[in-house]
């Protein structure tokens, strides 16, 4: 009785998670179902006088190949969802048609091949329980297969080891290489070598939001984060001094722009330092995106279309 | 009651033999293929009950450690397709097609 209730229960469960697994559009969750059914199939099998497969199931599945299964599955991308193109003309009709038939098939003809109760295992497992007998088949009689097994798993080990190495096509560039292309772009666009100066931080802020100061007291352009300060711009809530320091520097790129040249000649400006913008720096989708931006109080539009209006302005 | 532990094992693999038709996520295939070894091995224990006889069981257990080998090698190819062709899909490793 107690086992027609664990059956039917587990049974149900399992039938759902399965169908869950496949029918799930998340891959993730298609790897929870499995670890599901797993878990009932694990129950199922110390139900049925197999203590030893039960434990090998849990720690086995549940606990190894899950776990292999939600790495591969972060390192290859949650999000990689199924493509509903069908490659081959209604497939997914005739292999539902087909699994129907098989499932019809392999229930009606094994589930008959099966007459009486069952002769249990108790006279197989007389010299010592479950564990102990099946030790003794498998050191003895099986040993041989046992041996090859573990010749299989290594070589799975190494399989697996060459499989995911990757070589380098390249030598890995060290701190002296990058140092150079720093300087080497200084030498070329005049692009501050040294990295970007964090933000302020001082008594009483201490946020990625506040501006540097220099010496002086005023702020230093470098430091004002664009995506911030865009922000508190839509909101209103931009500190009008940062508004200066930025409507100064859009000043300067203007004119810089007017000469001819960007920064070739001039003072770098802080949109110079975003264009060819290196490892270090963010950024800036303020150029050439096509959309106006708004940078101190007023829309900026895209570089083409500013430079077309001081064209017709000469 | 062995007559349903087979029905269910049938069951589980077909619905691991659609899946693995219907899906076209690599990792989700390999989940079906597990889930059709699972029942498989609940076949096996169930047989080695109604026969009285341990061998079932054994091989359920051999079924395991190689599944276990299966998984760990074709995850890492898996990962290997991904690196050179950005995407888990089996669609697009059909080079060896043609």
Known sequence: MGESITFWVLAVVSVIAALGLVFSRRAVYSALMLGVVM???AV????QDAPFLAAVQIIVYTGAVMMLFLFVLMLVGVDSSDSLVETIKGQRFWAVVGGLGFAALLALGIGNAVAGSPKGLAAATEGGGNVSSLAQLIFTRHVFAFEVTS???ITAALGAMVLAHRERAEAKPTQRDLSRQRFAAFGRTGKNPAPLPGPGTYARHNAIDMPALLPDGTIAPLSVNRYIARYEESKGILPPEVAEVLEQEEAARRAAQANGHGGEHGTPTVADE???AGPDTEPMPEDGTGQDTVVAGRVVRPRGESAATEEDGK | MTTHYLVLSALLFAIGGVGVLVRRNAIVVFMCVELMLNACNLAFVTFA???G???GQLIAFFVMIVAAAEVVIGL?????IFRTRRSAS???ASLLKY
């Open chain 1, 39 to 41: 878990l009932s199939l």
């Open chain 1, 44 to 47: 199922l099998y110390a139900v």
């Open chain 1, 151 to 153: 010749a299989l798993l």
């Open chain 1, 274 to 276: 975003a264009r060819d």
């Open chain 2, 49 to 51: 009950r109604q026969n």
């Open chain 2, 53 to 55: 006889n341990l061998d």
């Open chain 2, 76 to 80: 890492a190819i898996i990962v290997t």
């Open chain 2, 90 to 92: 089996v669609d697009d």
